[in-house]
């Protein structure tokens, strides 16, 4: 298995290398980095994911929230983050083939540096409103397969224990600690693009549905198979440690060309190459409805 990975990051590793002597261009769009333009520098001075633990030990609910919010949208998060991996999917269109491709972040959003970071899983307001101001946004359930198949690291999921410690800091911080060790045991290096540990939060028209709940989806096992089906279950302010944030660039490239996402997934044409329940109903208003905390009252905390 160990083998078959480092080929994956061997192939990974040129893809970084596009401007070195001998590497040809890929066939796949080289997603802009100007994409990534409205994400801020890190800091100088911000907490470690080690040190943000720490002073979110005692909080939960919207102190959490608020404090995970303001670090990352301060630009406080490792620079393995700081890059966009191209992943292409496909559509038939008037009767050809056409090539859909999604700029994604390598790994789940993370609070700290390349040597200490914190995985934060978060409410899907708060998802939304950094996907907002970052000019990303939430992957579906058949972009979250996509992007474990197009993987350079597959890690196998590591469930905790299930009480109500599961949306505790404390899960957070021994969940990031456990994927951390894996990847040290299989040498896998920061930035290649890496799934399998965690769920992800997922737009889908089921949030037309019902707007006080989140939508989760992967997990995805050795066998390639998502232990979480797509599920809206849990309350809308629902966060547990085995939840990630994969951003996605709100622009995607059809045959080459710029094209927004939510115009794309809200296409009769283009929609099945991003999501495997045809076009989502309006995309970009559902994530800016949803982008709205619901009240106390309404959300439910299962």
């Not at 993370?110 to 899983?121: T, Y």
């Not at 890690?155 to 600690?177: E, F, K, V």
């Not at 456990?178 to 299989?186: G, M, P, S, V």
Request: proline letters at 10%; aromatic letters at 6%; glycine letters at 6%.
């Amino acid at each position: 298995m160990k083998a078959a990975r480092l080929i994956g990051w061997t192939l990974a590793l040129a893809a970084l290398c596009l401007s070195c002597p001998g590497v040809a261009a890929p066939a796949t769009p080289v997603c802009a980095p100007s994409l990534l333009q409205n994400i801020p520098v890190r800091p100088a001075g911000a907490p470690a994911g080690s040190q943000f633990a720490a002073q979110i030990r005692s909080s939960d609910g919207t102190p959490r929230e608020a404090a995970i919010e303001t670090e990352i949208l301060a630009g406080n998060l490792p620079g393995f983050l700081r890059r966009l991996i191209p992943v292409t999917t496909t559509a038939t269109m008037d009767g050809r083939p056409v090539r859909v491709t999604a700029c994604v972040l390598p790994d789940y959003l993370a609070v700290g540096s390349d040597r200490d970071f914190l995985f934060v899983p978060m409410r899907l307001a708060t998802a939304l409103e950094i996907g907002n101001r970052y000019g990303f946004t939430l992957p579906t359930a058949k972009l979250v397969d996509a992007i474990y198949a197009a993987s350079a690291v597959h890690l196998a999921p590591q469930p905790l224990p299930a009480s109500d410690l599961m949306r505790s800091t404390d899960y957070y911080r021994a969940h990031s600690q456990l994927i951390r060790t894996q990847e040290a045991d299989l040498g896998a290096l920061p930035g290649l693009l890496t799934a399998g540990h965690k769920k992800d939060l997922v737009l889908t028209n089921r949030l037309w549905s019902y707007p006080d709940r989140v939508a989760i989806y992967g997990w995805h096992k050795p066998d390639d198979r998502p232990i979480q089906p797509l599920s809206t279950v849990h309350g809308a302010r629902y966060a547990d440690y085995s939840h990630g944030v994969r951003l996605v660039s709100t622009t995607v490239y059809v045959d080459g060309a710029p094209h927004s996402i939510f115009a794309a997934l809200s296409d009769p044409k283009l929609a099945p190459a991003l999501s495997g329940e045809g076009p989502i109903r309006a995309a970009g208003e559902l994530v800016t409805a949803r982008a709205v905390p619901p009240p106390e009252a309404v959300a439910a905390s299962r």
